[in-house]
């Protein structure tokens, strides 16, 4: 249909103010196909100017945006514990392991030193010692507790305060009257005699009462006591309080005119003899010792109411003695 256009050709007519213009040029007629092959070589030449960079398809995520991952309770990591106290427990632990080797080795030091420094004190001399302390009062004391100690007595009144109880001590020594004191519960007793039983004690205070001194017989006890002695002093005090009352009977039986029985002798004899065997260091137990030993050895010879007399003196001493300590 194109190729027969130049044979009708038609001319384009225009009026330019009311005049009309003829134009002789022809009508110009695009090729539409030569178009499309322009416009796709421009558009190739376009593709050849421009370098296209694609971005990589596995992007890295920015960093405020990271995958958690997630782990089930089962398979979580458990922590482990870590004691904030194990550094000082080394520590402590270094610092005691020095102080015991260094002591070691100390303590090894000096006993070397120590041993060549002279030569050791025999053994037997060791032991000497050890029995002069003993025998010199030295003996190590500690707290021990003595038992209730009972005698049948005849005393001669209670006192409340010691010049009424001097006073009356001094009328018994003008007349001849052996006597001790004891101190109990804030009161002054004065006794006159001692008895194994209550009932020789009552015969004694009669015939002390036909001699014009008031008195009456009873029996008396001094409490159980703690006090400082050592092992040998206890034992002393515990035997002696025994063997006490077996010598007042015999005392209270010759101050009344009788005559004590074979078995109770041989009680005072052997006990006597155990007693001089005990050590004992305190003065005052010392003085214990001596008044009842003495009393002993003079009951086994006892002859006569005035040897009773003498015995009954030392009895009266020791229970004075033990009311002090």
């Known amino acids: 249909m194109m190729g027969n256009r130049g044979k009708n050709d ?15 040029e022809d009508l110009l007629v695009y090729d539409w196909k030569l178009g499309e092959s322009e416009t796709a ?12 960079i694609l971005p990589d398809e596995e992007a890295e995520p920015p960093q405020e945006y990271k995958k958690i991952h997630y782990v089930s309770g089962s398979k979580k990591k458990k922590r482990s514990f870590t004691n904030p106290f194990q550094d000082s427990v080394n520590l402590i632990m270094s610092l005691i392991g020095a102080i015991v080797v260094g002591a070691v080795l100390g303590f090894g030091t000096l006993k070397v030193i120590t041993t060549t420094e002279g030569p050791a004190a025999p053994a037997a001399t060791l032991q000497d010692d050890t029995v002069t302390g003993k025998a010199d009062g030295q003996q190590a004391v500690s707290a021990v507790e003595l038992g209730d100690f009972s005698t049948s007595i005849v005393q001669g009144g209670v006192y409340s305060t010691e010049e009424q109880l001097k006073a009356m001590q001094d009328t018994l020594s003008a007349k001849g009257f052996s006597h001790a004191s004891v101190e109990k519960d804030g009161q002054f007793f004065l006794f006159l005699g001692v008895s194994g039983d209550l009932e020789t004690a009552k015969i004694l205070g009669s015939k002390l009462k036909d001699q014009g001194v008031e008195v009456y017989a009873k029996d008396f006890v001094l409490g159980s006591k703690g006090i400082n ?15 006490f009352t077996s010598i ?9 005119g009788g005559t004590p029985d074979e078995e109770t002798m041989k009680t005072v004899q052997s006990g006597i003899k155990e007693l001089e065997g005990i050590q004992v260091g305190q003065e ?9 030993v003495d009393a002993g050895k003079m ?23 033990y009311g002090g300590l």
């Open 41 to 52: 070589a421009g558009e190739e030449a376009k593709d050849d100017s421009f370098d296209w």
């Open 299 to 321: 009951a086994a010879s006892m002859k006569s109411p005035e040897d009773a007399q003498k015995i009954q003196g030392e009895l009266l001493s020791y229970l004075h003695l």
């Open 248 to 256: 007042a009977q015999v005392s209270s039986s010759g101050m009344i």
């Open 229 to 243: 002695a050592s092992k040998e002093e206890k034992t002393f005090l515990e035997k002696g309080n025994a063997l």
């Open 284 to 292: 005052s137990i010392a003085s214990m010792k001596k008044s009842l």
């Open 10 to 24: 038609k001319k384009i007519s225009i009026k330019i103010n009311g005049e009309k213009t003829k134009f002789d």
